[in-house]
């Protein structure tokens, strides 16, 4: 068994998804294929959800680009309009319609997931259905009934136990074909969708592999493989040719958007290698993550993480920031579901590096307020170097106001204005 996994842009039009079907025509082995949502549709049904929420007409003009958008698509792939896979779409979209006819529940994280889902549902529809038009055999597997989750909505933690039976029991009745899967979504035991984090079909996929006992996973992407930086800022940017677990951890951890922070610990738990690879180039050597016991000297390896808030906290009392203060402040974090990129410390304050992005971000500033004195600055980046030496430091800070700068034996981080 080998688990693929095929991000957004590598399924973004009809030519990317013949692609994807000539790198599987490749291949021989029992396969399952996970799939992310075509294109920016993630993104664009977030879109959808917001001007739901909004109570915007606009809701239904945004549903019929993105209609559009998968229509042109499936056209394209199956030019004679009798095709099943025209029947699913249209279902499908139905069920969105009839949802945004309605007013939306209290519940914005339950609501998310139960919307925001479709983008991959409709996306391996289209992907299993043109994969049989070109005789390559496969199965179309629904993630809500097979990846078992509980009901933490857009963070749901997997249940393992429960999840693997479902998985090999589909493996088996699929035969020799491919098993065809989606990223990103799973289920809870009463049949409500959940999603796995934001870019979560990484994960998904590493959870495939682990339950499946796979010899390896391949995560298909518009670069080349791992580079030590976003190659959209920096065309000089190097392929790194392998990395430790522990590395890749690390990385994703700081923000690096090659591998989702979460795939590491399945695969490595199975000491199962994941190979990073061009599906522009699928006969790239791309990076390999896998065990590494020999010394080995990785390059300065930069991530930038960009529109970011820092934000500082002060007790009005002017008491000291201890347990109990904390305990509060986290607390508020995970009520609104927003990740902390940076923290520092002091006697009476503390600071939080953060991303401005999401509808509670402004929530969370005004509920922080009833608490402490709140002051905070926006548009910044944080710039994270792993493997840092002078030079590197010099090079990106040069000309820029350093607000925070953080140092440990193999990572400075600068947030900057």
């Keep these: 068994m080998i688990v693929f996994k095929f991000g957004g842009a590598s399924v ?16 021989h082995e029992k396969m399952i294929v996970v799939v992310s949502a075509f294109g920016k549709m993630t993104n664009a049904f977030e879109g959808l959800l917001a001007s739901w929420y909004e109570g915007s007409p606009d809701r239904f003009t945004l549903l019929g680009s993105i209609k559009e958008y998968h229509y042109n698509i499936i ?35 339950f609501e998310y997931d139960q919307l925001v889902s479709f983008g991959e549902v409709i996306s391996t529809r289209i992907v299993s259905s043109f994969l049989e038009a070109v005789n390559i055999s496969n199965r179309w597997a629904d993630a809500r009934h097979w990846l078992v989750t509980d009901d933490t909505f857009r963070e749901a933690s997997v249940d393992f136990n429960q999840s693997g039976p479902r998985l090999k029991e589909l493996i088996s009745s699929a035969g020799p074909g491919l098993l065809v899967t989606q990223g990103f979504i799973g289920g809870t035991v009463d049949g409500h969708t959940t999603t796995l984090g934001r870019e979560g079909s990484d994960y998904t996929a590493a959870i495939a592999a682990n339950l499946s006992d796979a010899r390896s996973l391949v995560v298909w992407k ?11 800022y920096f065309p000089d940017a190097e392929k790194v040719d392998e990395l430790s677990y522990q590395e890749a951890i690390e990385l994703s951890f700081y923000g690096a958007k090659v591998i989702h922070p979460k795939t590491i610990k399945p695969i490595q738990n199975k000491n199962i290698p994941l190979f990073v690879k061009s599906f522009i180039d699928p006969q790239g050597s791309g990076t390999v993550i896998h065990s590494v016991d ?17 934000l500082s906290l002060t007790p009005r009392d002017f008491s000291f920031v201890v347990e109990d203060c904390l305990s509060r402040i986290f607390a508020r974090f995970f009520k609104y579901r ?31 307020k009833s608490d402490f004195r709140v002051l905070y600055n926006e548009g910044l980046e944080l710039i994270t170097i792993r493997h840092y030496n002078s030079v590197v430091i010099k090079k990106h800070t040069a000309g820029r106001q350093v607000l925070v700068e953080q140092r440990s034996r193999n990572t400075v981080m600068f947030v900057v204005r």
């Design 294 to 310: 020999k010394p080995y000297v990785l390059k300065p390896i930069l991530i930038i993480k960009k529109d970011q808030i820092l």
């Design 338 to 368: 927003i990740k902390v990129n940076l923290i520092q410390h002091s006697a009476i304050s503390f600071t939080l590096c953060l991303d401005n992005r999401g509808p509670f971000v402004q929530d969370l500033l005004e509920e922080m």
């Design 222 to 232: 518009d670069v080349p493989g791992i580079l030590t930086a976003d190659p959209l």
């Design 75 to 109: 056209r394209e792939l199956f030019p004679v309009g009798n095709h099943p896979v025209y029947d699913h779409f249209q279902f499908l979209t139905g069920l969105i319609q009839q949802k945004l006819k309605a007013a939306p529940s209290d519940n914005y994280d």
């Design 12 to 27: 973004s039009s009809a030519s990317s998804i013949r692609n994807l079907a000539g790198i599987l025509s490749g291949y």
